[in-house]
């Protein structure tokens, strides 16, 4: 019984929704109350969340409601009476998971719910601001397919979020899962783009086609002497999230993780790999200034922006593959240098404590190149380090871990993986060229 509240509520929102003519939320709502069957201590926090705001929702339309009588001239009272009573107990609702059978079938078998819930929690937010913000066009991809449908998105992008949260907190798991999820990210990302490329230009962010190539990030500004959004976004994300942007968000840098991966150990690369990547970086951007004072047409300019991706495809191939580090992504990426210099303003670090025993199980794991031995014995991984956390994983001495300010080591990595977890989330739902 003590679950018949909160279903009662939602089903009431779900005929709300239907009167409004949002068929696809009240279908959300009617199918919600199944997720009870998840005996999830998180599963309980998030449906509370939702009654709380599905008071807000009543109450709203209580207000547009009353206003809408008045107008007219005809009596509000009754109405408001009847939908604050609603809205109040659908609040209250959320009371009955505090009971003493609510509580032995959603049991906190530790403190790891409170990460879950509010990956939901910044999901939830954070695509609903971008949805009504940016109305026209819609960024919400269900929304332009299927008016109506973009709160369904987000929450259940919102649930997504959760899910992840919950796999990645177990450290174990956890190097698998940022693979998986990065490799399905890249995936939704191109697949969006050969869809817009063949016509469904809704699979497009603007209707208008952009190259998917990082470089053309840092040097299509300066080659068209416009178009920030997608440089502002980047740095924004770096400046958040520090250098993880390559190891999560990259679409293009999966490719090159799944090709280092074909080997089981990562090879060594030389010293002067990074004078190569400080030269191609300024070569890139020297060239996008060049071409724009020379006139250089945009057709010349794509055609060689193309051609330095396809030489990047080139070298995940013959290079990233043989020697199972990411070669790509440490030598030849300027984004991806940029990303490793702008993180370091990022308060995420990982750190190497006094335990470790210079065994070297991390330089294993790292694809990165950035945990040799000097860098282990300096106790600071190097510049290429893109917080992937695969060496707090391989590390049986526990001396590798998240640092950030002065949080404790597991608190540390729970607040990362909350928020990188979530920018996933909202770039799957967002991000398309």
């Known amino acids: 019984m003590y679950l018949f509240p909160p279903t009662l509520s939602t089903l ?56 809408m009588r008045e107008e007219a001239g005809e009596p509000w009272s009754r109405l408001a009476i009847i939908l604050s009573v609603v809205a109040l107990l659908t609040v209250l609702s959320a009371l009955s998971f505090e009971t003493k059978k609510a509580k032995s079938r959603f049991i906190k078998t530790d403190n790891e719910s409170s990460p879950i819930v509010f990956s939901f929690a910044l999901t939830v937010l954070l695509l609903s601001f971008v949805h009504w913000k940016v109305a026209h066009p819609t960024m919400l991809l269900a929304e332009r397919f299927l008016p109506g449908t973009g709160w369904v998105e987000i929450l259940l992008l919102a649930f997504y979020a959760a899910w992840i949260t919950e796999k990645m907190l177990d450290i174990k798991k956890s190097s698998t899962i940022r693979k998986r999820i990065w490799t399905g990210f890249s995936f939704v990302f191109f697949s969006q783009f050969i869809l817009g490329l063949s016509g469904l230009e809704k699979f497009l962010m603007t209707g208008e086609l952009h190259l998917p190539i990082p470089a053309v990030i840092l040097a299509g500004p300066l080659y068209r002497g416009e178009g920030l959004f997608m440089l502002i976004l980047f740095v924004g994300t770096v400046l958040f999230i520090g250098s993880a942007w390559c190891s999560h968000l990259c679409y293009v840098g999966a490719w090159d993780n799944l090709l280092a991966c074909s080997q089981k150990k990562p090879g060594t690369l030389p010293r002067w790999r990074h004078g190569v990547r400080i030269g191609i970086l300024l070569f890139v951007l020297s060239a996008a200034i060049g071409l724009r004072y020379l006139g250089i047409s945009g057709v010349v300019a794509t055609t060689l922006a193309v051609l330095f991706g396809l030489l990047g495809v080139g070298i995940m191939v013959f290079f990233t593959r043989k020697k199972g580090t990411m070669v790509h992504c440490t030598v030849y990426c300027p984004t991806g240098l940029v990303a490793d210099w702008l993180g370091k303003v990022s308060p995420f670090r990982i750190h190497i404590d006094n335990k470790c025993d210079d065994c070297g199980a991390c330089t294993f794991a790292c694809r990165y190149n950035a945990l040799e031995a000097d860098d282990i014995q300096k106790r600071k991984a190097g510049i290429t380090c893109s917080l992937c956390g695969d060496c707090v994983q391989s590390c049986g001495k526990e001396s590798i871990h998240y640092k950030f300010f002065g949080l404790k080591p597991q608190t540390a990595r729970s607040v990362f993986i909350v928020l990188i977890v979530t920018l996933h989330a909202v770039f799957l739902g967002l991000a398309r060229l």
């Open 12 to 67: 009431l929102l779900a005929a709300h929704f239907s009167r409004v003519d949002n068929d696809w939320l009240a279908i959300f709502c009617l199918a919600l109350p199944f997720i009870l069957f998840v005996k999830k201590f998180w599963v309980k926090r998030v449906y509370q969340i939702l009654l709380i705001l599905g008071g807000v929702i009543w109450i709203e339309r209580t207000v547009v409601l009353v206003q």
